[in-house]
Every structure is written in C-alpha cells, then in structure tokens.
RNA sequence: GCCUCGCUAGCUCAACUGGCAGAGCAACUGACUCUUAAUCAGUAGGUUCGGGGUUCGAGUCCCUGGCGGGGCACCA
C-alpha cells in the first residue's frame, strides 16, 4: 500500500493518508446510504417559513434537518469552523461547534477535505451575519475524496448577491475530458443539461399531445440514407455483414407511415463521419417526425407552435439571449423563398441567371471548392454567404431547388423547386422539412440520379435503398416531415457558444 | 484535412532580447468558538506535453510528434 503512495504527487498522498487514518478509527470512509430528511434548498426554506410565521425557538432555531452532500467550502476557526456543503441543487452553510460535536467528532474534521460527501444532522439557525445554516450536532463520512476537485472560491457580491467565483475550473479540454469534475463544480453546467431534459421532455409531451406515437427505428443499418453524410462503418460478426449507423432516420419513419401509423416521431442518436466545430458533434441528437395528411406548410405551423410550447414551458418567456442577439419567437415566423430571397438579394431572377453567371458569382463570394457542383449546390453555397448570416430572428426559408432535395416532393407550383422549408435561429439552421416525396417512380429516379453521382465519386450522396421504394409501392399518404437538430436548438435555449457545451461528453480525440 | 493560438505545481496564471522556474488558491504545521474569496505566521509541492537539435546555458530558439481552443474546409 505504502509502494502505491510514493510516486503520487503531495496532495494525492496527503488524502491516502488521511484514508489510512480514518480506517484505522474504525471510520468507514465510502458509506453504503444515507437518509437525509431535507435537501439544501429545502432545508433552508424550510428555515425562512419557520422564521417567517413566528415559529423559531428562544434561541432562533428552527427544525432540525438531515443534509447530505459535497463540501466545497471550509473554513477552520479553532474551536468552530464553518463549510458548505452542496447537493445537487443548493448549497448550505454548515457550522461546527467543539462544544456541540465533542471532542472526538471535532478532531475527526481534521480528516475531512474539499470534496467529500458529508451527512450532517442539526437545528437551523441563521447567523449572526444572516445566513441560514445548520448548526451541526453530529456529522458521519459519506465519501472520501482522494482527489482535489478543482473548486474555485465563491464570493457573493454584497451589493448585488451576484456569485463571483474566483480561479476555479477554466480549461476546456480538462472540463470536457473530465465532465465529472466539471459539473461537480459548476453548478451553472448542471443546470445546462437540467435544462437540456427539461426541452426533450417538453418536445415529447408536444407531440405526444397532438396525437403522435414515439417509436424506435435500428441505430445499426444495412443501408443508410435520409441525409447526405458519411457514415461510420462497422461490423456484424455472426452475420458477417457490413453495417452503418445511422446518418439519419428518415427512411425508417416514412416506411411507418406507409403501414399505417400515421404520425410517428423519434428522438434518435444520430452519426455523421465529419469534421468537428462549434457546431457538429459526430454524434448528435435529432428529433424527427412525420405526419400523414399534411404538407409542409402544415408542418411549419407546427414547428412555431411546438417552439412556443417549449419555451413557453422551459422559459416562461418568448425570447432568448444568444450571444449578442435577442431572439424573439413571435408567429408566424417570417418565410422567405431561398431563390427568391436571394434573387431580391443579387438584384437579378435566378432562374435568369446561366449556370456560368452563378458559378462566376459563387467565386467573386469566395466559395471554394466549386468543383462538381451542380446548380442548386451552387445556389445554395451564394445562399449561405449572402443570406444566412442574416437570418438571426426565427425565419423560414423556403422552396428548395429541386436537386438539393431528393426526398422531397416537388413544388405544387414550380417545378424546378421542392416543398422543403429550413428553419433558421441565430443565424443557425435547426429545422428542416417537407412535404415528402411519395410518387415510388419518381423516388427511384432521384436515388439513380445520386446513384450515379455516387459512381462519379460522391461519397455522401444517397445509395439506392430498394427496400424503401418497394415500401413506397404500397402506398404512403402525402406526408409533411420535419428533423430537429436538438442540440443546437439546445444551444440558443441555454445560450452556450459551443455544441459541446450541451452535450455531456462530446467526442473529443483520446488521451493517449 | 488546412491556418492559427495554446499546453509551466492539484487548480488559475507569471517568468523581458536565451541566464538560479515564481505567485494566488488548494495542501501541510501552528494560532483563533459567528466565518463566508475568513484572517495571521511558517512549510512543502515541478518530467515547464513527449522526443530530438542549436547553445557555455533552453520554459523561452529550431525540428518532430501528441492533445486542445478558435477559424476555415466538410456538413444537400
């Protein structure tokens, strides 16, 4: 055991030893439960009720509460000390008296550190400097911590009660690689992903109430498709088959459709073989739902209303603060057409201009990598310069040229375009839908069509999926669907600058 | 994949044109029974991301590798 100790730095071996300590007095430093009667935060409300409705003793205590959770804070005084302990939704300030514990209980805080799990039992006071606290009579080791956390100093600003925290956790690669001590000392990154769940659960009990049914479809496929992407590429041993996860759900949900379960969603893990940035994670939470009888336009009803329920029921409110822009989510959302915006936008009919015209304006832009690209690409890349970044209120764009979209049905009124409409947020497109394509003739002319670009060297272009068409030869009802890319929505909801800031371990290269 | 910035004590950061690797917090010893960035006195703590080179001498300059942040590309 010694031999362990010798190659670990001081404040490693300072807690081993003090692990050695409390076994040796019989003190059992990783408790097997705990029953606590209060949480900090109630514990403390608790306090404010009794005090406010007259009910403390003579010696201004309230109810005794049971407390357990993380120290985070110790300040030694002698014959008294003071600490806070925190759990997972508050934090209280506990005071340990010698003449209170006994000597013995208060020499074992000696043991103790920042980072272990206390329970502690006692009446509530408020002190002298008005803070509600819990006046320790006994205290019992929950859990040693043999490892600092790297918890900052909390100061609370007097004048304006706001949380200063001092040195603490700030490098990123650390706080992503070990999000355990990130969130053990970040309590403003637990209520990320409480916030996170509380917008899943609030898209859910949405659709759950207009009538859908949540299903699950294969993460592991044969063939993938519903996006153009890169797949990860793996193994079935005992079939000896090749197998993809999933790049998207699509195909799955509309083969539901065609059997009868008319509106049908799924929140799904989904995996793109990409690069990284602020906002890509190679794996990423989609929301996807398709619902028969509807078009499009009906669909992006939807959308507003299913926005305003979520925020409505996460935020009490109708805006959000991304980064330097407020965002106000009042219907109906603006709807552009994507050629027409941008026909306004270069002064001249799109469908007027020649491919050459297009493609001498893409590079004047600054567009690279032109190579290859048919015309709706090249529209769409001008787009994304002249358009997008303007788009931070919510905005639909819409109407799609037709060879960007081969799973969408085509325009009712233009035949060069689809009925597809993108979503924009902050300059960030969230959702994409459509009024899906069901005619299994003209499907299967647009999977030749990627066919072929795919024989030409198009990597991320769709593969023909002939299970999908025969499916189509049943017959599936118009149908208007719609993908969400949940975490980015999550993104603006909880205004953090990076997708990886609101998912809990995103991908990162490994450590050694 | 490309460009760029970074990697120094458990954490947050210093260290000039190359010249003994430092501070605050955390830790340890001691004082202190209402403190709250507690305070006061003292002590210890380093593979400066790895490898190679230049130099009398490298945290610093050069080469190479690793990991990360930001940007670009990719992402209909």
Redesign the pocket.
Known sequence: MAADVEGL????R?RRE?LEALREKAIQPFAYAFDRTHTAASAVADFEEAEASERLDEA?HGGTATIGGRIV????????A?G?VEDAAGRI?I?F????LGDESFEDL?LL??GDWVGVTGPM?R?????V?V?AESWTLLTKSL??L???????DAETGER?V?????????R??QRYADLAVHPEVREVFRVRAQVITALRQFLDNEGFLEVETPVLQPLYG?????PFVTKHNALDQTMYLRI?D?LYLKRLIVGGLDRVYEVSKDF?N???????NPEFTMLEWYQAFTDYEQQMDLVERMLLHVLDTVRGGRSLTYGEHEIHFEPPFRRIGLVASLSEALGTDVHEMPDEALVAKAEELG???LEGAGR??VI??IF?ELVEPQLVQPTFVID?PKE????AKEHRADPRLTERFELYIGGVEIF?GFSELNDPLDQRARFEAQASLRAAGDE?AHQVDEDYIRALEYGMPPTGGVGMGVDRFLMMVTNQ??I?DVILF?V?????
Do not use: C
Not at 9 to 12: F, N, T
Not at 73 to 80: A, E, H, L, T, V
Not at 166 to 174: M, R, T
């Open positions: 730095s001081q404040v490693l300072v003090k201004g804070s110790w300040r030694d005084m002698g014959k008294s003071f806070h300030q005071y008296r010698k003449d209170v000696e550190d920042l006071f002190t002298r400097t008005g803070e606290s006046r490892r600092p790297p918890l900052g100093k909390v100061e609370t200063i001092h040195s603490g956790f700030a490098d990123q690669e650390a992503y690689r519903g996006a153009a992407a890169e998207a699509e793109r990409e690069g990284l940035s602020r906002f890509h567009v690279p990598d709706g690409k769409d890349k994304g799609h960007l979209s081969p799973l994409n991320e600058p990076s990886r995103p990162l290269r490994s450590e050694d």
